[in-house]
């Protein structure tokens, strides 16, 4: 009976010693690892690709600063590198999807039709919203590939990737 505790007991100080590694590794999550501002300056062709980069580099930089502080890299369950980097990408391509799609608001048209113009513009764009996220849900990306670990970042990223998309028409089109 002894054993039995003693084991139970080392079960649980070594569960709280690895919560205690992702709790670390947590803490050297800085969203300064993705810096992507500057992709939106890029011409139209670019932004996705800058971005992408970005996330690429974000996830390769917070792997490095985990691996030289002695950290696990989390997986599984806890949040890992690849998806914390995915989703401020998606933070940031949503932001200045948001930004563009107020510009082109603020440059309505003044002429006949200009009121309906508008509305159908807000109507068309929480449209595409719905779209995007039914093209980007679990149920779709995870039916086109193999399920498992890491499915959040690649939601995010075609979350990321559309959202830029669309800024770009949104640009071309209505400016």
């Known amino acids: 009976m002894l054993k039995q505790i003693l084991a ?3 079960v649980i100080v070594a569960t709280g010693a690895q919560a205690n590694d992702w709790e670390a590794a947590a803490a050297e999550y800085d969203e300064s690892y993705l810096q992507v501002e500057a992709c939106f300056a890029n011409e139209a062709t670019d932004q996705e690709a800058c971005v992408i980069a970005g996330i690429q580099e974000c996830v390769t930089d917070l792997e ?3 691996e030289s502080k002695g950290l696990p890299i989390p997986g599984g369950a806890a949040l890992s590198p690849h998806e914390y980097c995915n989703y401020i990408g998606l933070e940031r391509a949503d ?4 930004a563009v799609y107020q510009r082109a608001m603020n440059n309505k048209p003044t002429h006949y039709a200009g009121e309906e113009a508008v509305a159908n513009v807000r109507a068309a764009q929480r449209l595409w919203i719905q779209y995007r996220n039914e093209m980007c849900s679990e149920g779709t990306i ?8 890491g499915w959040g970042a690649v939601i995010a ?7 830029i998309q669309q800024a770009q028409n949104l640009e071309r089109y209505f400016y």
């Open 157 to 163: 990223e075609c979350t990321t990737r559309l959202s």
């Open 142 to 149: 995870t039916s086109w590939h193999a399920g498992g670990s």
């Open 64 to 66: 490095t600063v985990l």
């Open 8 to 10: 139970f007991g080392f």
């Open 95 to 98: 932001e200045h999807l948001n």
